[in-house]
């Protein structure tokens, strides 16, 4: 399922919407696919499932220096 609502925040963004490049969408949105991710804040210590939200957004989102995003809990967390 591909919606750009889940677009919101991605680095990528900005090519969904008017810029000076002409750009009229996004490269990776063609073949994106909303999945269940793990956000947790680029700072915050990867130390506790607490610190890690559950998401549905797309597969290619990123949000460098904000959010770091994973397909699954990191191993040492997971039981």
């Known amino acids: 399922m591909r919606d750009k609502k889940y677009c919101i925040g991605c680095e990528q963004d900005y090519y969904n919407h008017d810029n000076p490049q002409g750009v009229k969408e996004c490269w990776h949105f063609k073949t994106a696919k909303a999945i269940e991710r793990y956000r947790i804040g680029w700072w915050v210590p990867q130390d506790k499932v607490e610190n890690f939200s559950r998401i549905l957004t797309h597969q290619c989102h990123t949000e460098t ?10 191993s040492h967390l997971r039981t």
């Not at 220096?65 to 990191?74: C, H, I, K």
């Open 65 to 74: 220096g904000r959010f770091a995003y994973y397909n699954e809990l990191p």
